[in-house]
């Protein structure tokens, strides 16, 4: 009599070879009635009973009679002593699907029990690898102009500080914008609440000048929202002084209306000593 390996190895050619050819009986040929399958598709919860396990077969072997293909590519068995278990990599799919992902293969584990001296299947495991589709054609360069132009907005916003232009700076932030900002009230609410918090900065540097640059500045894009990120460097001169530089992490939030990218959100802060709980505006990247 043939080893166990040797005989679950030829049920599963078997079981194969039926599929291919849309033998209906061979296919449930040596499967326990009380079978469990997750199959590639719904349910999610899977198949249960060999009543519902016969018929998922028909709509497949409609699809495959198309021109698909079902063959085994590897097969690998290890048998115990009445429980057992295989798993197999198999060419299923039209001649168009592998043109297009020649190395695409159906995954499948089989879990096997002995009954009565012959080897049922009590489980089988169907899935493809997960593939994420590749971007519409387009796709990349719309987001790497958008990124390009919240970067413009960066640039805009250096320009305004070192000019003190105040509407010059006001004009990418949004009507709604909500921003969390270093100094007191918790919330800011609404751009004039923004542009008054500015002008009180912009005053307070008197004759100074002031820059504002993003070095590390992260831009992400996707459709009309993008997410912005960086390390914001001010450096404060003073008409007969010494420069004084402060580093602050910013994270900024935009929403392209009507063709224009808009500050929706912005958070700004500093790190806090744990032991004293003061804000630790000295430290440098």
Not at 49 to 61: Q, S
Not at 195 to 210: D, K, P, T
Not at 261 to 279: K, Y
Request: proline share 6%.
């Amino acid at each position: 009599m043939p080893s166990d390996d040797k005989q679950i190895r030829a049920l599963v050619e078997r079981w194969a070879e039926a599929v291919h050819a849309g033998d209906l009986d061979g296919v449930l040929d040596a499967h326990a009635g009380d079978i469990v399958m997750f199959d590639v598709t719904p349910p999610y919860e899977g198949v249960r009973g060999l009543a519902a396990y016969r018929d998922t077969w028909p709509g497949f072997f409609a699809w495959q009679a198309a021109g698909a293909s079902f063959e085994i590519e590897t097969l690998e068995v290890t048998a115990g002593e009445d429980v057992a278990f295989a798993h197999a990599l198999l060419r299923c799919g039209t001649e168009e699907e592998f043109a297009a992902n020649p190395g695409n293969r159906l995954r499948l584990t089989l879990g096997l029990r002995k009954e009565g001296g012959r080897w049922v299947v009590a489980h089988e495991h169907h899935s493809f690898p997960y593939v994420a589709a590749d971007p519409a054609p387009g796709v990349e360069d719309d987001r790497r102009r958008s990124e390009e132009e919240v970067r413009a907005v960066f640039r805009t916003w250096s320009e305004g500080t070192a000019a003190k232009d105040l509407d010059g700076m006001m004009a990418a932030i949004a009507p709604d914008v909500v921003s969390y900002e270093q100094d007191p009230p918790l919330r800011h609410t609404g751009v004039e609440a923004v542009r008054r918090l500015c002008a009180r900065h912009l005053e307070a540097a008197g004759e100074a000048l002031v820059t504002l640059d993003v070095p590390d500045l992260t831009v992400v894009a996707r459709d009309d929202v993008a997410v912005a990120w960086g390390l914001d460097r001010v450096e404060v001169v003073p008409p007969d002084g010494e420069p004084v530089v402060h580093w602050s992490r910013g994270t900024r939030v935009f929403q392209r209306r009507d063709g224009a990218w808009l500050m929706i959100h912005q958070h700004l802060s500093v790190p806090h000593d744990p032991e004293t709980g003061e804000a630790r505006t000295g430290l440098r990247p």
